[in-house]
């Protein structure tokens, strides 16, 4: 007897949660809630054997991916209102945080006559006008 087998990684999404505070980048977002779980196939059957299964909540304002408690995912599975906490979340992959922009370090000279701060490539004091020599 010749029986075709495999694996297959299958995909279950939940409704999202929210909104919530992501804690990768502090803005609110919602949790897109899936499962994933590893199926094992036989030609010509409906898949009965799986394992592996492992909730994941994406957040939907940056795109981070966590791994999601997996009593949390279970209660989420069974239609339960659940409340999310960064403690049931394991940062697998950071979304695209925007980065606080750096301060722009202005060079900056100051003005011998009246004291104001101009930017080192001013000719003229834009206070009180004197020519600055360079
Ligand atoms: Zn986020
Ligand atoms: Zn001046």
Known sequence: MFIVWGTDTKRKDYSSIGPVICPNCGSYGRYNVFKTYR????FFFI???RWGTQFFA???CCGALYALDKEIGKTIASGSP???KPEHLTLIRGGAVQQAQPVQ???TKTCGNCGAQMSTDSLFCSNCGTKFES
């Not at 199926?39 to 036989?42: D, K, P």
């Open 39 to 42: 199926v094992l196939t036989f």
């Open 47 to 49: 898949p009965t054997f």
């Open 58 to 60: 994406e957040s939907t």
């Open 82 to 84: 659940v409340e999310i």
């Open 105 to 107: 370090q202005v060079e």
